[in-house]
Nanobody
Framework: QVHLMESGGGSVQAGGSLTLSCAASGNIYSTIYMAWFRQPPGKEREGVASIYHGGGTPYYTDSVKGRFTISQDNAKNMVYLQMNSLKPEDTALYYC???????????????????WGQGTQVTVSS
């Protein structure tokens, strides 16, 4: 079992920045890659970014490219999401997720992930 806990959410004005952190514990070595998802109010959960534990180019959904950066510290079992130039449409509950399945560079979907955190709220005001 893998446990994930997000932190770093909050309220910020448009154009501001936030960094989300995800602490992983448990059977970390069973996971292959990590991802961040978000769920705006009344909308579906969408994959924002993913990163393979072994390195390589992270994947970003188009709406956050150039503004968000996913990174990891494998020694500390941490994954981060640096969010810059935030927009009101970035307002959502953000989730950290882990998968034990093969990594394929490209969009990530809920059904590809095996473990989830509780989520952290990000609110961007105009």
């Amino acid at each position: 079992q893998v446990h994930l806990m997000e932190s770093g959410g909050g309220s910020v004005q448009a154009g501001g920045s936030l960094t989300l952190s995800c602490a992983a514990s448990g059977n970390i070595y069973s996971t292959i890659y990590m991802a961040w998802f978000r769920q705006p109010p009344g909308k579906e959960r969408e994959g924002v970014a993913s990163i393979y534990h072994g390195g390589g180019t992270p994947y970003y959904t188009d709406s956050v490219k150039g503004r968000f950066t996913i990174s990891q510290d494998n020694a500390k079992n941490m994954v981060y999401l640096q969010m810059n130039s935030l927009k009101p449409e970035d307002t959502a509950l953000y989730y950290c997720a882990a998968s034990s399945r093969a990594y394929n560079y490209g969009p990530v979907y809920q059904q590809m992930m095996d473990y989830w955190g509780q989520g952290t709220q990000v609110t961007v005001s105009s």
